[in-house]
């Protein structure tokens, strides 16, 4: 996760929010492992099962509902966009800052 982590910060054109709501294309009132495993099912990623992703919205899912809104996912990508993230007008993405980790 952490290597995953890196190479998003390293990607300008990232946009976690875009990521997000591309995963959870029901739009639910979070992501669930289905969420996760559909999006890497649909993207080549078949190695991870649900139990894996259910493990991974434990681990981060901080008022225990069960999902990951999508505050609770900057911060498993390393991210706390609603404090540190600003916004390049000109190329009009979003660029995270590195977050103080824990």
């Known amino acids: 996760m952490e290597k995953l982590k890196e190479k998003l910060k390293e990607i300008k054109q990232f946009n976690p929010r875009d990521a997000y709501k591309r995963i959870n294309r029901l739009e639910e009132k979070g992501l669930n492992e289905f969420d996760f495993t559909d999006f890497l ?9 649900a139990e894996h992703a259910k493990l991974l919205i434990y681990k981060y899912d901080k008022d225990k509902d069960g999902v990951l809104n999508l505050q609770e996912f900057f911060n498993m990508l390393g991210m706390n966009h609603f404090e540190t993230t600003s916004y390049n007008q000109n190329r009009n993405i979003v660029i995270p800052h590195s977050a ?3």
């Open 41 to 49: 099912k649909d993207n080549s990623i078949r190695h991870i099962k």
């Open 100 to 102: 103080p980790h824990e």
